[in-house]
């Protein structure tokens, strides 16, 4: 019979596509927790060095897979399916986990029984400049998660129980997926615990969708917020311009 300390607490899924050059920092971020882990990396049939960075870690993984997929959100919910920890997060492979943070998180899921998910605060690193600044993180709130998404998602772990109810990430989302996510774990099983540290980085490099695909990301995450919150605030009207358009004419 196993050792039920040897099971693994976590199940993390780590889509992919073309990102060779981080996978390995992401996989190695995973696989320094102090905490038994089931890693599944879901990638979407890269054409870099993504295959040799999975292949040096393939004794470590779950399971991987390279083929065309259905993007993202299918990938995550493909990897998290094969899993069967109690507690389930994903992590993009351009981001990466702080020493600790799932042990952090999972006593805090612990601790915190009636909990659907728990979420600690994220760094920003900016690839471009090479500075590190803090994500906008705040304790839990519907009036504040109605004007911004205050999870980040790198920070973020679930229960698999709570991910289940909710039937996972919603597939039509390319990308709000997570926005849409922590709202209707809110609304179906309760509030979010917010732990006050440090547990991950979000890495914020040109080629990610939220800097090559700003319009499309504004309109889903107003969608997301109508569709739960029941209005739109005003604060997205006036955020959308500058952020759509005034930060991409700055790049130019």
């Known amino acids: 019979m196993d050792d039920p300390v040897d099971k693994p607490l976590v199940t993390v899924a780590v889509p992919s596509y073309n990102q060779g050059r981080y996978l390995n920092a992401a996989l190695e971020s995973i696989f320094a927790q102090n905490v038994p882990v089931e890693v599944y990396v879901a990638d979407g049939g890269s054409t ?33 399916a094969k899993g069967s920890a109690p507690f389930v997060c994903w992590l993009n492979s351009d981001d990466w986990l702080l020493p600790g943070a799932l042990k952090n998180l999972v006593e805090a899921l612990q601790l915190n029984p009636a909990a659907p998910m728990v979420y600690g605060r994220v760094w920003n690193y900016a690839e471009s400049t090479g500075k590190t600044r803090p994500v906008l993180v705040r304790p839990f709130s519907e009036w504040w998660m109605a004007q911004f998404c205050i999870v980040s998602q790198p920070g973020a772990l679930i229960r698999r129980t709570a ?17 849409d996510l922590w709202w209707r774990l809110y609304k179906i099983l309760g509030p979010l615990k917010f732990v006050d540290s440090f547990v991950a980085t979000n890495r914020e490099h040109d080629a990610t969708k939220t800097s090559t695909r700003r319009k499309e990301h504004y309109r889903e995450a107003m969608g997301v917020v109508r569709r739960h919150y029941g209005r739109l ?20």
């Open 163 to 179: 991910w289940n109810a909710v039937e996972g990430v919603d597939e039509s989302l390319h990308m709000t997926m997570d926005y």
């Open 48 to 80: 870099d060095e993504s295959i040799e960075v999975i292949r040096r870690w393939e004794t470590q993984l779950a399971g991987w897979r390279s083929c065309k997929d259905m993007g993202q959100s299918s990938a995550i919910n493909e990897a998290i």
């Open 233 to 252: 605030p005003l604060k997205w009207w006036i955020a959308q311009p500058y952020s759509v358009w005034y930060r991409s004419m700055m790049k130019h």
